[in-house]
């Protein structure tokens, strides 16, 4: 390994002491066979391996209005946001998102297509945007939700949104709207700098 090895400035997280196998002692080492740091059981030999993780979300858009939620938890408390949050188990990227969205917004809506894939390998992450169309005003936002508001395309609280994932994505959207033509955007971004 050396210092262009995304393993050496990206070394997963220790999320647990003890081997969930045998409960010896975890020690951080390379594994026989392996090039990375990793959560080793030298007891019983089970490797603790960890992978990114799936964010899942909608863009709503309701004629010339997109759908945000204002976050009731942490990280950005009272920040805007697109409905989205982690993808579950047993589900399809696009199941997750549409979960996501009746959880966070209540709105009934209809999926047209994968909009945004955003790498973001900083936090070992991948999120996903579906561009839908809301069927209806009618909002139910759930108790992740401080509330739920429709925003004309000129009024986007861009000073308040909650993520550069977020905000890079209703750019892409605002963008390609006046062709009308909504192409998969995808791109990488690097948290540990501004852009
Ligand atoms: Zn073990």
Same mark, same amino acid.
């Given at each position: 390994?050396?210092?262009?090895?995304?393993?050496?400035? =990206?070394?997963?997280? +220790?999320?647990?002491? *003890?081997?969930?196998?045998?409960?010896?002692?975890?020690? +951080?080492?390379?594994?026989?066979d392996?090039? +990375?740091?990793?959560?080793?059981?030298?007891?019983?030999?089970?490797? =603790?391996?960890?992978?990114?993780?799936?964010?899942?979300?909608?863009?709503?858009?309701?004629?010339?209005?997109?759908?945000?939620?204002?976050?009731?938890?942490?990280?950005?408390? %009272?920040?805007?946001?697109?409905?989205? %949050?982690?993808?579950?188990?047993?589900?399809?990227?696009?199941?997750?998102?549409?979960?996501?969205? =009746?959880?966070?917004?209540?709105?009934?809506?209809?999926?047209?297509?994968?909009?945004?894939?955003?790498?973001?390998?900083?936090?070992?992450?991948?999120?996903? *945007?579906?561009?839908?169309?809301?069927?209806?005003p009618?909002?139910?936002?759930?108790?992740?939700?401080?509330?739920? %508001? *429709?925003?004309?395309?000129?009024?986007?609280?861009?000073?308040?949104?909650? *993520?550069?994932?977020?905000?890079?994505?209703?750019?892409?959207?605002?963008?390609?709207?006046?062709?009308?033509?909504?192409?998969? $955007? $995808?791109?990488a971004?690097?948290?540990?700098?501004p852009?």
């Amino acid at each position: 390994m050396n210092q262009t090895d995304p393993a050496f400035y =990206h070394p997963a997280p +220790r999320t647990q002491q *003890f081997c969930s196998q045998c409960g010896h002692r975890l020690s +951080r080492e390379t594994p026989p066979d392996d090039n +990375r740091i990793r959560d080793l059981c030298t007891h019983c030999g089970a490797v =603790h391996y960890q992978n990114p993780r799936n964010v899942v979300g909608i863009v709503p858009v309701l004629q010339d209005q997109i759908l945000l939620c204002r976050r009731a938890i942490e990280p950005r408390y %009272g920040k805007w946001t697109l409905p989205a %949050g982690f993808m579950e188990l047993g589900e399809t990227t696009e199941q997750g998102a549409i979960r996501e969205n =009746h959880e966070e917004s209540g709105a009934r809506v209809q999926v047209r297509s994968l909009f945004t894939v955003v790498d973001v390998p900083s936090v070992n992450q991948v999120h996903f *945007f579906y561009l839908a169309d809301v069927l209806g005003p009618h909002l139910a936002p759930g108790p992740e939700t401080l509330e739920a %508001g *429709f925003f004309k395309l000129d009024e986007i609280p861009w000073n308040d949104l909650a *993520f550069r994932t977020v905000s890079t994505t209703i750019e892409h959207y605002l963008e390609d709207r006046p062709q009308g033509v909504f192409p998969t $955007h $995808h791109y990488a971004i690097d948290l540990r700098f501004p852009d």
